[in-house]
């Protein structure tokens, strides 16, 4: 029965996830959801997964990236030359995109984490630049005029990668590793001074974060037919660093539900293409004006409903109040 109460959040959340899973299947099957909102979804769910991964990245362990955009690029042409060249299932293009994607983490990573700061930010966005220019430079992967893909990318694909990286991640913060990683955000020098290895959990929080970004990349170029190096440019990292900033640094609930709802905003503004990103930088400014720690701040959805519980609980337990 304790064990119950411990993991019950864990179980109904996993319920309620698979329920939501089944409704969309059957939506799309029976042709109720047009191609339209499809692809709004699933363009949803890879931005979520880029929040999240940039999330452990910034969020959790406070290493300043702003290089995301080079980790979903090298994931994206990784899997289409797996699928595309090399002629492989799209399940092996997926791993080897996150596995691409972890390589380049550990080798910006390992010299780079040495910087802090704005430091680390230069070069993560140096990173980004030299994957763009080089993929601009390699005729095998088409150049300039990009890689022509063929749609692989499915529903069942789209919920498998998104539910993996959310349970991962999330399970990694509330894990000891998780915890050194928050202590190296909060001080450093003191979490170094306590005896934990700065440089080894900053190392991996950056791999972990640029190997889900790689199967985002997968799953992108498997599903809008055609990548190019344009689309991975820094202003893409900017994108992805304003969901986690914009959800609130340090919770994995703002960074999703950020994403969400900047990706809806950016799709329905698509049809006034002269005001679209005015008005998506409005909307920022307001909300980081009257919220400037963020939508969630650091807080998380399960926090919330159990600090409304022991409100509850406190007015009134056993028929007497116990909150002065």
């Known amino acids: 029965m304790a064990t119950w109460k411990r993991t019950r959040g864990f179980w109904v959340s996993v319920i309620l996830a698979f329920a939501f899973f089944a409704v969309v299947e059957w939506l799309i099957a029976s042709g109720t959801l047009n191609v339209f909102y499809v692809n709004t979804l699933f363009f949803m769910a890879i931005n979520v997964m880029l929040a999240a991964s940039l999330h452990l990245i910034i969020g959790i362990t406070g290493q300043f990236s702003i290089g995301h955009a080079g980790f979903f690029a090298v994931g994206a042409y990784a899997s289409a030359v797996m699928t595309m060249k090399l002629q492989l299932p799209f399940a092996v293009g997926v791993l080897t995109a996150g596995i691409a994607a972890m390589l380049a983490g550990l080798i910006i990573g390992v010299p780079s984490l040495r910087l802090k700061g704005d430091y680390l930010a230069i070069a993560t966005l140096g990173f980004g630049e030299i994957v763009r220019i080089a993929l601009l430079n390699i005729d095998y992967v088409g150049g300039a005029s990009g890689m022509t893909v063929t749609h692989m990318t499915t529903w069942p694909w789209v919920?498998?990668?998104?539910?993996?990286?959310?349970?991962?991640?999330?399970?990694?913060?509330?894990?000891?590793?998780?915890?050194?990683?928050?202590?190296?955000?909060?001080?450093?020098?003191?979490?170094?001074?306590?005896?934990?290895?700065?440089?080894?959990?900053?190392?991996?929080?950056?791999?972990?974060?640029?190997?889900?970004?790689?199967?985002?990349?997968?799953?992108?170029?498997?599903?809008?037919?055609?990548?190019?190096?344009?689309?991975?440019?820094?202003?893409?990292?900017?994108?992805?660093?304003?969901?986690?900033?914009?959800?609130?640094?340090?919770?994995?609930?703002?960074?999703?539900?950020?994403?969400?709802?900047?990706?809806?905003?950016?799709?329905?503004?698509?049809?006034?293409?002269?005001?679209?990103?005015?008005?998506?930088?409005?909307?920022?400014?307001?909300?980081?004006?009257?919220?400037?720690?963020?939508?969630?701040?650091?807080?998380?959805?399960?926090?919330?409903?159990?600090?409304?519980?022991?409100?509850?609980?406190?007015?009134?337990?056993?028929?007497?109040?116990?909150?002065?």
């Open 159 to 324: 919920f498998a990668c998104l539910f993996v990286t959310i349970l991962v991640i999330a399970n990694f913060t509330n894990s000891t590793h998780g915890r050194a990683c928050i202590s190296i955000r909060e001080d450093e020098i003191a979490a170094d001074a306590m005896g934990i290895n700065t440089t080894y959990y900053k190392v991996a929080a950056f791999a972990i974060g640029s190997f889900f970004a790689g199967i985002a990349g997968a799953l992108y170029a498997h599903h809008f037919y055609i990548i190019q190096p344009s689309n991975f440019g820094f202003l893409k990292s900017f994108d992805i660093l304003i969901f986690v900033v914009l959800g609130g640094l340090g919770s994995l609930s703002g960074a999703v539900v950020a994403a969400v709802l900047l990706t809806i905003v950016s799709t329905f503004l698509q049809n006034y293409p002269e005001t679209r990103t005015i008005i998506y930088s409005i909307v920022l400014i307001l909300v980081m004006l009257y919220r400037p720690t963020g939508l969630m701040g650091t807080k998380e959805l399960s926090s919330l409903f159990k600090w409304r519980k022991a409100a509850q609980g406190g007015m009134n337990h056993g028929g007497k109040n116990t909150v002065a």
